[in-house]
């Protein structure tokens, strides 16, 4: 049973940083690509990061550009969002993600709050 299952979220202020993390089980890790979405209040998913099977390509959406880093540790069966200079408007409820042969596969989430 593939099983994705974040952690690491909470409150930070504006400018703080975070750094979830997934754990995943019930397939071969290393061969999938594995990607970060996160949901806001009343606002649909929205795609926040990805990188490829042996971490030869990643790709963020424009607004985490330069502020957050997608990593994956293949030994461990586990991906990392490293969330730098965080704002308020990125509040939300983050998701592992990964496809498999077209099934998607998600996690529980983890809440980022972002505020003073």
């Known amino acids: 049973q593939v099983q994705p299952v974040e952690s690491g979220g909470g409150l930070v202020q504006p400018g703080g940083s975070l750094r979830p993390f997934c754990s995943v089980s019930?397939?071969?890790?290393?061969?999938?690509?594995m990607r970060w979405y996160r949901q806001a209040s009343g606002k649909e998913h929205e795609l926040v990061a990805g990188?490829?099977?042996?971490?030869?390509?990643?790709n963020y959406a424009d607004s985490m550009k330069g502020r957050f880093t997608i990593s994956r540790d293949d030994a461990k069966n586990m991906v990392y969002l490293e969330m730098n200079s965080l704002k308020p408007e990125d509040t939300a409820v983050y998701y592992c993600?990964?496809?498999?042969?077209?099934?998607?596969?998600w996690g529980q989430g983890t809440q980022v709050t972002v505020s003073s």
């Open positions: 993600n990964v496809r498999i042969f077209a099934n998607d596969y």
């Open positions: 019930g397939f071969t890790f290393s061969w999938h690509s």
């Open positions: 990188i490829t099977y042996a971490g030869s390509s990643t």
